[in-house]
C-alpha cells in the first residue's frame, strides 16, 4: 500500500487519538482550524478539568516536534501531553499502529538527548556548535518507545480518573 498523503496522516492521527480515548472512557474531541494551539483536548467527566493534548503522527521512525523552534520548554501554555502516533501501511488495506504517550516535561526531556547527541556530532565535524533554531527537531521511536509506549493510564490519572482502560 502506499503512503498517506501528509494531510490526510495528520487528520487520522488527530481523530484516532480522539477513538483511541474515547474507547478508555476519556471524553476527547478534536479542535479545528488553522490557528489553534492544540490538536486535540480529554475533558474530565464532570467538565472540571481539560487537558492539551498535541498529536504527532508518522509513517517513518522518527516524530517532529519543533519543541526548540517553538520554544516550547518553557512555554506555559504548552500542551499537557504529547501522543506519538506511528502508523504503517500494510497489505490489503490493514495498518500496524503504535502509540506513544508523554507528558510535555518527557517529551522536552526526549527532545534535549536527542538535540545534545546531534551537538556533538556537529561539534565533532565543524568545530562549532549548530544554530538550535535551524534544522528539524524530533524524536525517534529509540528515544520513546521503551518508557512511554501505550501509557494511556497517564491522561486518565491527571483528569482525575481511575487507572482502568
Not at 500500500?1 to 501528509?6: A, G, L, R, V, Y
Not at 494551539?37 to 467527566?45: E, L, N, P
Not at 562549532?128 to 486518565?156: H, L
Amino acid at each position: 500500500m502506499t503512503k498517506i498523503s501528509p494531510y490526510l496522516l495528520n487528520l487520522a492521527g488527530e481523530y484516532r487519538i480522539c477513538s483511541e480515548l474515547n474507547k478508555r472512557g476519556i471524553f476527547a474531541t478534536i479542535t479545528y482550524g488553522n490557528r489553534k494551539g492544540v490538536d486535540v483536548y480529554a475533558i474530565s467527566d464532570r467538565h472540571e478539568r481539560a487537558l492539551k493534548i498535541e498529536v504527532k503522527t508518522t509513517q517513518r521512525g522518527n516524530f517532529v516536534t519543533n519543541i526548540t523552534r517553538k520554544h516550547l520548554a518553557d512555554d506555559p501554555n504548552a500542551p499537557d501531553f504529547w501522543v506519538l502516533f506511528q502508523i504503517q501501511p500494510g497489505k490489503a488495506a490493514t495498518f500496524r499502529e503504535r502509540f506513544f504517550i508523554l507528558t510535555h516535561k518527557e517529551i522536552c526531556r526526549a527532545q534535549k538527548v536527542r538535540n545534545d547527541e546531534h551537538e556533538k556530532k556537529y561539534f565533532a565535524k565543524y568545530g562549532k556548535k549548530p544554530d538550535p533554531m535551524k534544522g528539524v527537531d524530533n524524536v525517534t521511536i529509540a528515544d520513546v518507545e521503551q518508557f512511554f509506549e501505550d501509557q494511556w493510564d497517564k491522561i486518565k490519572k491527571r483528569l482525575g480518573g481511575s487507572a482502568s482502560g
